[in-house]
C-alpha cells in the first residue's frame, strides 16, 4: 500500500499493488461537461487490516489532499474519497504518469473539433506486461472477487460506440470492471468509448439560418408567381435560397449522421508528441553539457519552437534560447526578457573584474504547453583549473498568448509553512527532478524570502525553484519543491 505513486491518474497502477491484498476496492468516475471541463472523482476502500492512514498514505502520495470520509461504502468497508476538477480534457492528460513510467501509446484520447459538435475517442488500457502481473498476483492471492478497479465516464451526450460492461443514463452513464475483465482475458483491449459533445450555440445558429433562407426561398418562389416584371428575378432568387437550404440540410444531415474516423493526427494532450513523430519521442531541448545531462532532461518535450543562439567571448560561450510562435508580438516579448538577462549576466558578470573567468549560459526547456513555455536558464561562473562552479538558474514561465513572464504567485501564493511542509515529501535537485525525492528536515531551512522563480512540466507540475544553498545552508546546488496539479488545486481553494 505504500508504493510510491507519481500521478493523479493513478488509479490503474494502484491495481498492481491492491490485488495483492486482495482487500482493496478502487474506484474512479468522471465527468466529461458540456463546457469540456473534467471532474474526477476517486475512491478506495479497505478492509482486513486496510486501514484509513494505508489508504490516505495512496491518496498523499497521488498529490491528493482533498479528502473525506466515503458514504456509500458496503458494510465492512471503509475509505476516502478525494476529487479533481480540470478546466479541459487537456489539463486531465497532463496529470498522467510520464513516459519513463508508463507506455503512453496504450492510454489515449482522440478529438477532431467541428462547428456543430467535437468528437471524441477515449481509449484506456494496460500494457500486456502489466496485465500479466495483476493476473498472477490475482491468482495467487485467489481473492479477485474481493478486489476491484471500477471505472466510470459520464458523458453529457449519449455515446456513439463504446465496450463498457454497464450503461445506464440513457447511454450516458458507461462502467467499466477493468480489473475483472484484466484477470479474465490477457487481451482485454481496455475500456474504450467514442462521444461527441455538441455545440449548442452553432447548432441554434444553424438551425436559425435553415428557417431563415426556407423562408426567403418560399417568399421568392410566392412573388415569381405573379407574373410581374420582377418575376424572373423573383424566381432566381428562390432557386439561390432553396439551392443554399437543400446544401446546408444535406451538410448539417451528413456531419451529424456520420462520426468521423479519428486518426493519429487527432491525438491530443501529450500523447500529440508520440503521433508526430511516430511513435518515437522526442528529447527535452537542452544546451547543458552533456556530464551535466540527467534523467530530467529526457522528457518527452516539443522543442520545436526552440532555437539557440550562441555568443562567443574569449573565456565564454553563452547559449540562450529563441522563442518562435505564431504569435509573432508574444514571441518577440519573451526573446526580449531573455536576451536582457543574458546581457545583465554579460555586463555584469563576465567582463570587467570577473572577465578572466570561464563563464557559460546554458538552458533546459523543462515544459512546452499550449499556453505555457518553461525555461530553466543557467548562469555558470568558475575560476581557471577551479573543482567547483557557481550556478544561478532562472526559472521562466512566458505566457504564450501574451509573452509576459508568470512568476510563482501568479499559479500559487505560498507561504513558507506550506513549502517547508510539502518539502517533506516533494523535496528534489533540481538535476535529479524526475527521479525520487530527496530527503529533508524543516530544521535545515535557511530561506526568509518565497522564490519568485518556478517551472512546470509538461505533467502540470509546479516546481519552486531555490538557489544554490537558498533552501538550505547544507544542500548544495539548484533545488526544488514540487507541487503537483492536484496539490495546486486543493492550495488554491483554501
Known amino acids: 500500500m505504500r508504493k510510491r505513486i507519481r500521478a493523479v491518474f493513478w488509479g490503474i497502477m494502484c491495481?498492481?499493488?491492491?490485488?495483492?491484498?486482495?482487500?482493496?476496492?478502487?474506484?474512479?468516475?468522471?465527468?466529461?461537461?458540456?463546457?469540456g471541463s473534467v471532474d474526477t472523482v476517486y475512491t478506495i476502500l479497505g478492509q482486513n487490516g486496510v486501514g484509513m492512514d494505508d489508504i490516505k498514505n495512496v491518496f498523499q502520495k497521488a498529490g491528493l489532499t482533498n479528502l473525506r470520509i466515503a458514504q456509500k461504502a458496503a458494510p465492512g468497508w471503509q475509505g476516502y474519497d478525494a476529487g479533481v476538477h480540470d478546466e479541459n480534457i487537456e489539463g486531465f492528460l497532463r496529470r498522467l504518469p510520464s513516459l519513463q513510467e508508463f507506455e503512453l501509446k496504450d492510454y489515449y484520447v482522440k478529438r477532431r473539433t467541428g462547428w456543430l459538435y467535437d468528437a471524441y475517442a477515449f481509449n484506456l488500457s494496460l500494457p500486456s506486461e502489466n496485465r500479466e502481473k495483476i493476473k498472477n498476483k490475482a491468482n495467487e492471492s485467489?481473492?479477485?472477487?474481493?478486489?476491484?478497479?471500477?471505472?466510470?465516464?459520464?458523458?453529457?451526450?449519449?455515446?456513439?460506440?463504446?465496450?463498457?460492461?454497464?450503461?445506464?443514463?440513457d447511454g450516458k452513464t458507461l462502467t467499466w470492471d477493468l480489473a475483472a475483465a484484466v484477470t479474465r482475458d490477457k487481451d482485454y483491449p481496455g475500456a474504450h468509448v467514442s462521444f461527441r459533445i455538441w455545440h449548442q450555440l452553432s447548432i441554434a445558429t444553424f438551425a436559425a439560418v435553415l428557417v431563415v433562407l426556407a423562408f426567403l426561398a418560399y417568399r421568392a418562389w410566392r412573388r415569381g408567381q405573379t407574373g410581374g416584371k420582377e418575376s424572373a428575378k423573383e424566381k432566381n432568387l428562390a432557386f439561390?435560397?432553396?439551392?443554399?437550404?437543400?446544401?446546408?440540410?444535406?451538410?448539417?444531415?451528413?456531419?451529424v449522421i456520420q462520426f468521423p474516423v479519428l486518426t493519429e493526427a487527432d491525438v491530443i494532450g501529450r500523447?500529440?508528441?508520440?503521433?508526430?513523430?511516430?511513435?518515437?519521442?522526442?528529447?527535452?531541448?537542452?544546451?547543458?553539457?552533456?556530464?551535466?545531462?540527467?534523467?530530467?532532461?529526457?522528457?518527452t518535450i516539443n522543442s520545436s519552437e526552440v532555437t539557440t543562439e550562441t555568443i562567443e567571448l574569449p573565456?565564454?560561450?553563452?547559449?540562450?534560447?529563441?522563442i518562435h510562435l505564431k504569435n509573432k508580438a508574444a514571441e518577440m516579448a519573451i526573446n526580449q526578457d531573455i536576451k536582457a538577462i543574458v546581457d545583465h549576466f554579460v555586463s555584469h558578470s563576465v567582463t570587467g573584474k570577473n572577465y578572466l573567468k570561464k563563464a557559460s549560459v546554458f538552458y533546459d526547456v523543462c515544459g512546452n504547453q499550449t499556453d505555457f513555455i518553461s525555461i530553466v536558464l543557467t548562469e555558470r561562473i568558475a575560476n581557471e583549473g577551479a573543482p567547483h562552479s557557481n550556478d544561478k538558474v532562472h526559472g521562466l514561465v512566458y505566457d504564450k498568448r501574451t509573452g509576459e513572464r508568470r512568476p510563482l504567485d501568479f499559479f500559487l501564493r505560498l507561504t513558507k509553512e506550506e513549502i517547508l511542509s510539502e518539502a517533506e515529501t516533494e523535496f528534489y535537485t533540481y538535476r535529479n527532478r524526475n527521479k525520487e525525492p530527496q530527503p529533508f528536515n524543516r530544521s535545515q531551512a535557511s530561506f526568509e524570502k518565497i522564490p519568485k522563480d518556478c517551472f512546470l512540466d509538461n505533467q502540470g507540475n509546479l516546481f519552486v525553484l531555490f538557489q544554490k544553498y537558498q533552501m538550505a545552508a547544507g544542500v548544495a546546488g539548484p533545488t526544488c519543491v514540487r507541487f503537483t496539479p492536484a496539490r495546486v488545486l486543493a492550495l488554491r481553494k483554501q
Open 315 to 322: 573565456k565564454a560561450k553563452l547559449e540562450y534560447p529563441v
Open 142 to 169: 485467489k481473492a479477485a472477487d474481493q478486489s476491484g478497479y471500477e471505472f466510470t465516464l459520464k458523458l453529457p451526450y449519449a455515446s456513439e460506440s463504446h465496450n463498457a460492461d454497464k450503461v445506464t443514463g
Open 240 to 255: 439561390v435560397f432553396g439551392a443554399l437550404l437543400v446544401v446546408g440540410l444535406g451538410w448539417g444531415g451528413y456531419t
Open 271 to 299: 500523447t500529440s508528441m508520440v503521433a508526430a513523430t511516430g511513435g518515437k519521442t522526442q528529447e527535452t531541448k537542452s544546451t547543458k553539457p552533456e556530464s551535466e545531462k540527467s534523467e530530467a532532461t529526457k522528457a
Open 15 to 35: 491495481v498492481f499493488c491492491l490485488t495483492l491484498s486482495g482487500c482493496v476496492r478502487v474506484s474512479q468516475t468522471m465527468v466529461i461537461n458540456e463546457d
